[in-house]
């Protein structure tokens, strides 16, 4: 599975977007790009996968370059709640494990 | 009713204590893993196993062992627990339709003195 950079932590203030970078340059071509987060210590939440385009839903978008080597994840209006390590990660989907790194710190204050 | 439960949810034991960590799901999901988590990083895979009959070693299997009772069940143990497996451990499920996220279970929380 290709390696994935991300910053170890960030700040946010509450009601204004965050955005997590992430830099995946070794990505292969039938690697999707997916995003969970970790709050507190409860189990891995799923927040939003890409191939190739943008994506968007209910909890947040997925900006990925056109090269592919690197996406952010946007929480448009982040919250108290938002705070939590935020995951990137590729794979195949469905022919591999997950492999996590260490993650962002996302800490959205007030 | 959660999806994917861990029992228990906390346990302390001492060393040389052979420990089993249970997982049930009721996703209806053939793939199940557990991964550990140490404080600071981020999840590793113990064991993984994409049916009934298929089990797999993660990267750090070595002082666990699993058992895949049926679908909906898959027990991770440690055979005889020592003080650098204290962390918290969590279960997964995986379906094979789109996102194909994985769904993790609260986490069990062991400390081994």
């Known amino acids: 599975d290709a390696k994935t950079t991300q910053p170890p932590s960030m700040d946010c203030a509450e009601g204004r977007a965050a955005n997590l970078p992430c830099n995946h340059s070794t990505i292969s071509g039938n690697e999707y790009v997916y995003w969970y987060r970790q709050i507190h210590s409860q189990g891995p939440q799923y927040i939003i996968h890409?191939?190739?385009n943008n994506e968007t839903n209910e909890m947040a978008s997925l900006i990925i370059t056109e090269d592919r080597k690197s996406s952010t994840l946007i929480l448009p209006h982040a919250t108290l709640r938002d705070t939590a390590v935020y995951y990137c990660?590729?794979?195949?989907?469905?022919?591999?494990?997950?492999?996590f790194g260490t993650g962002t710190r996302l800490q959205v204050t007030l | 009713d959660a999806d994917v439960t861990q029992t228990p949810r906390n346990r302390i034991t001492k060393t040389g204590k052979r420990i089993m960590l249970e997982c049930s799901q009721t996703k209806g999901h053939d793939r199940m893993y557990w991964y550990r988590q140490d404080p600071g990083l981020g999840l590793r895979l113990i064991y993984y196993?994409?049916?009934?009959?298929?089990?797999n070693k993660g990267e750090i299997s070595d002082g666990y062992s699993v058992s895949r009772q049926a679908q909906a069940k898959f027990s991770l143990s440690l055979e005889s627990a020592i003080p650098n497996q204290t962390a918290l451990y969590f279960c997964?499920?995986?379906?094979?339709?789109?996102?194909?996220?994985?769904?993790f279970g609260p986490g069990t929380r062991l400390t081994v003195l």
């Open positions: 890409g191939l190739k």
């Open positions: 997964a499920t995986q379906g094979l339709e789109p996102p194909n996220e994985q769904f």
């Open positions: 196993s994409f049916d009934v009959k298929d089990i």
């Open positions: 990660i590729v794979y195949t989907g469905t022919a591999s494990k997950l492999t």
